[in-house]
């Protein structure tokens, strides 16, 4: 998949191509619909199919001092797009001059001059120009005066409840990774370094290692039966994710501990892949008695696991 940056100007082999446009943020089953009807389409005329995406998303842009939950950072997304077979990701800034370009100098500037789509397919959602003056309606109504084509997708659901990326957000910052999942159409993951913590798991016997989660993130707190991948080795483990209400009680970490695993993880970049949510935080009364539920909960993450083979 070839990622075009802002300004990469388009090989010719991908001009008239299929275009989605949208921020992606999760690839859910949603967007899947999207990429779907791109595919189809270009397959028809022989063209390329990609997707238009913003980095940063637009609400990060007008709200920087929030913290924006992505559900997939960039590196994330564009290996989910490619998953799916596109030929070409075009990634395009979002600031102020994006920001404040009309819709039909958006149409002009963007799509015609720099992408020079042939069709376009966008969400039942989807706003565009300043102030999001333009609607799907919009588009479609300039795309037959400058000789483009353009496919709204209708809303995805599944039991009454439409994919969304605001609903993923929610289902993960109450801890329920199993209900995301099936809204993505794969396990959610994260992925970051590990770096020192306090060492109070090697004397108990869980060797955890902390991993630092992307800013903004919000996941629900306790235990969770997680995949580790390291260094393109995947391992079962166990997660714990909370302020640690026994010793310190402080800022939140992601401590996971690989079930079946020696070795030094300092420094390295992993990813961690929730399977399912085990049990919410909680404080506990001694060490020992910790130490006792980890066990536990070690126990109940290895029958999770086995199962989701």
Not at 196 to 208: E, H, I, S
Not at 275 to 300: G, N, W, Y
């Amino acid at each position: 998949m070839l990622i075009l940056k802002d300004l990469d100007a388009l090989p010719e082999p991908y001009a008239g191509g299929v275009i989605a446009i949208g921020n992606f943020d999760g690839v859910h089953r949603g967007h899947q619909a999207l990429i779907a009807r791109v595919r189809t389409l270009a397959k028809t005329r022989a063209a390329k199919a990609g997707v238009l995406i913003f980095e940063p998303h637009p609400r990060a842009f007008f709200r920087p001092d929030d913290d924006h939950f992505e559900i997939t950072p960039l590196p994330r997304k564009l290996e989910l797009l490619d998953s799916f077979g596109l030929d070409l990701a075009a990634v395009r800034s979002f600031n102020r001059a994006l920001s404040e370009l009309s819709a039909e100098d958006f149409i002009e500037q963007v799509l015609q001059e720099w992408l020079k789509v042939a069709h376009v397919v966008v969400g039942y959602d989807f706003f565009f120009g300043h102030k999001r003056s333009g609607t799907p309606e919009t588009l479609k109504a300039i795309g037959l005066t400058h000789g483009f084509g353009v496919d709204v997708i209708a809303p995805q659901a599944e039991a009454g409840e439409t994919f969304s990326s605001s609903a993923i957000r929610a289902k993960l910052s109450a801890g329920n990774v199993a209900g995301a999942a099936r809204d993505l159409g794969t396990w959610w993951r994260v992925r970051g370094p590990v770096v020192g913590g306090a060492q109070r798991g090697t004397p108990m016997g869980f060797p955890t290692a902390n991993v630092v989660m992307p800013k903004g993130t919000a996941l629900g707190h306790g235990i969770f039966a997680v995949r580790v991948v390291v260094d393109g080795t995947r391992y079962d483990a166990a997660a714990y994710l909370g302020t640690r209400p026994t010793f310190d009680d402080g800022k939140p970490v992601l401590e996971v501990f690989l079930l079946d695993f020696s070795g030094n993880l300092y420094g390295k970049d992993i990813d961690v892949i929730f399977i399912a949510h085990i049990r919410p935080d909680r404080k506990f009364d001694s060490t020992e008695a910790l130490i006792a539920q980890m066990e536990v909960d070690c126990d109940d993450a290895r029958k999770v696991l086995a199962a989701a083979d």
